[in-house]
């Protein structure tokens, strides 16, 4: 069970947008509509900012979006605030015997 | 407001096993919407899913811990619990509980985590 692939990090000045991407295989990401996505500040536990995919939970600024394309999911970020310098991670369902696996982080960094 | 709170020791010693308990106010761990899982974080590393368990008992593990890991659950105490036998230095990590609302994780509520450092 490895982990879903994430790019180390991305940047990009405030206002703007940053995509980030987590890629699988067809046994995880590409198989279900069951990704979720997490932003984790320093020292803070993960808070949930997507998931099932592209459904936002209630308090998530529309400003956060999910999607995905065959084996590989993406989180935008649209009119980047520096609240949301962070760490950003996926996870995907993997079937019942595997179950769940995460993303191996993204720090997005608003310059 | 649902609140969830890991607790146990922070220090493990290697081959012993490592306990936590995560308790639940605020709301039901009852509940049959619900799941409740644990994940972990060694230092400055990624999430790793260790496991969940629903309101019945039937429980769910990642199959690289699966031979290792114990979680189990009481509802009278509002409380659901890790066990990690034969630890080493590489399970030192932040560990969190978390609630989920389907079998696929999607964490929406979680503990402020715990460290146990695993260290004779």
């Known amino acids: 069970q490895s982990a879903l692939t994430q790019p180390r990090s991305v940047s990009e000045s405030p206002g703007q947008s940053v995509t980030i991407s987590c890629t699988g295989t067809s046994s995880d990401v590409g198989g279900y509509n069951y990704v979720s996505w997490y932003q984790q500040h320093p020292g803070k536990a993960p808070q949930l900012v997507i998931y099932?995919?592209?459904r936002r939970p209630s308090g998530v600024p529309d400003r956060f979006s999910g999607s995905k394309s065959g084996n590989t999911a993406s989180l935008t970020i649209s009119g980047l605030q520096a609240e949301d310098e962070a760490d950003y991670y996926c996870?995907?369902?993997?079937?019942?015997?595997?179950?769940?696996?995460f993303g191996t982080g993204t720090k997005v960094t608003v310059l | 407001q649902l609140q969830l709170q890991e607790s146990g020791p922070g220090l493990v010693k290697p081959s012993e096993t490592l306990s936590l308990t995560c308790t639940v106010s605020g709301g039901s761990i009852g509940s049959s919407h619900y799941y409740w899982g644990w994940i972990r974080q060694p230092p400055g590393e990624g999430l790793e899913w260790i496991g969940s368990?629903?309101?019945?008992?039937?429980?769910y593990y990642n199959p690289s811990l699966k031979s290792r890991v114990t979680i189990s659950v009481d509802t009278s105490k509002r409380q659901f619990s890790l066990n990690l036998s034969s630890v080493t230095a590489a399970d030192t990590a932040v560990y969190y509980c978390?609630?989920?609302?389907?079998?696929?994780?999607?964490?929406?509520?979680w503990g402020q985590g715990a460290l146990v450092t695993v260290s004779s």
């Open positions: 099932d995919v592209s």
């Open positions: 996870c995907s369902y993997a079937g019942s015997y595997t179950s769940n696996v």
């Open positions: 368990i629903y309101h019945s008992g039937t429980t």
């Open positions: 978390a609630r989920h609302g389907a079998l696929w994780f999607n964490g929406d509520y």
